[in-house]
């Protein structure tokens, strides 16, 4: 009779704790479970332009809710550089290279890596010389801002000073500088004596390019201008200008290879798209302008630079 009772008490507590227990809250998330939600990867920024104005250079971002943005700044020397690192950021149509030519800032380099699950991107201004800066966000761009030095170090001059505008044809193939005549003009057969040097001032003779190198672009007083750096001279040109859509192309007959790999994207009100195209006996550059009925435009050859300059204007000149 008592192991009876002994087991009927037993059942009880045994009915009683099974009771509680479906009772109880469920279990805590696992570990694993807490620790993927604490690690999920976040979308990727996405830098979207690079633009110069005067001493300051704009990483424009596309627009994210992000309330702050991660990056570091690292220099470095021989020539002078300071590098922006942007860990988990991509870039779209962002040129890999800018040539800049401005008195503080010589280029910009942007560069991607896709590096799993976060990519990474790399942006190099190089300065002619070193100075002080600041880095910040401002909206959705960080703003790289540099200081004009009182005079460039030893060994550096300073930029030249604009040349006024020289007066030519707006129509069709800008005169021949004296600089071209004497590129194209014939040399002396192999043994002649050799010419007596003109002095300090006598000016190179370059051999025609082959390679466009370089777009570099300048604005002042409204006009905006780029010059086409070759390998050598790019006297031998064609410019002309069509309507629909509004462009001018220039075409560097002789040239047979590139540098400048993409198309460059400005912010600019003259020229809104820079174009490069590869042909099989010239290179052809085509500026896309913003005004429907084109602006003024000129053409100049000036040793292995060729200089296109944009003004403000109604139209494009007369052929």
């Known amino acids: 009779m008592k192991r009876q009772r002994g087991f009927f008490l037993i059942s009880v507590l045994a009915w009683v704790s099974g009771a509680i227990g479906c009772a109880t809250p469920p279990a805590a998330p696992t570990a694993s479970k807490a620790v993927a939600g604490e690690t999920a990867v976040a979308a990727p920024e996405v830098l979207q332009d690079i633009r110069v104005v005067d001493r300051d250079v704009h990483l424009i ?23 922006v690192a942007l860990p988990n950021t991509t870039s779209e149509n962002v040129p890999t290279q800018m040539a800049v030519g401005t008195e503080i800032i010589n280029t910009i380099e942007t560069t991607t890596v896709a590096y799993d699950p ?13 100075t002080a800066y600041r880095i910040g966000r401002v909206g959705q761009e960080l ?34 500088t004296g600089l071209a005549k004497e590129e194209v003009s014939p040399q002396p057969p192999p043994g002649s004596p050799a010419a007596p040097s003109a002095g300090p ?30 390998d050598g001279s790019l006297s031998d040109y064609d410019a002309f200008h069509l309507s629909d859509p509004p462009r001018v192309v220039v075409d560097l007959f002789g040239v047979r290879a590139s540098e400048v790999k993409k198309e460059m994207l400005l912010h600019d009100p003259l020229v809104r798209k820079v174009r ?12 896309d302008v913003t005004p429907p009925r084109g602006v003024p435009y000129r053409v100049e050859a000036n040793g292995d630079k060729l200089v296109v300059t944009f003004k403000p204007g109604s139209g494009f000149p007369s052929r």
């Open 201 to 230: 001032e006598a000016k190179k003779i370059l051999a025609p390019a082959g390679k466009l190198l370089a777009i570099e672009q300048r604005s002042a007083d409204q006009e905006v201008q780029f010059g086409l750096v070759g």
């Open 61 to 83: 971002f596309a627009p994210s809710d992000s309330a702050r943005r991660t990056y570091s700044v690292f220099e470095a020397t021989g020539p002078f550089r300071v590098i």
């Open 276 to 287: 490069v195209g590869v042909h099989e006996s010239k290179v052809r550059v085509v500026f």
């Open 118 to 130: 976060h990519p990474y991107t790399k942006v190099v201004i190089e300065l002619n010389y070193e």
């Open 143 to 176: 703003v790289a801002s540099f200081d004009p030095a009182s005079a460039p170090p030893a060994g550096l001059s300073a930029a030249p000073a604009a040349e006024p505008e020289a007066a030519h044809p707006p129509e069709g193939k800008p005169e021949e």
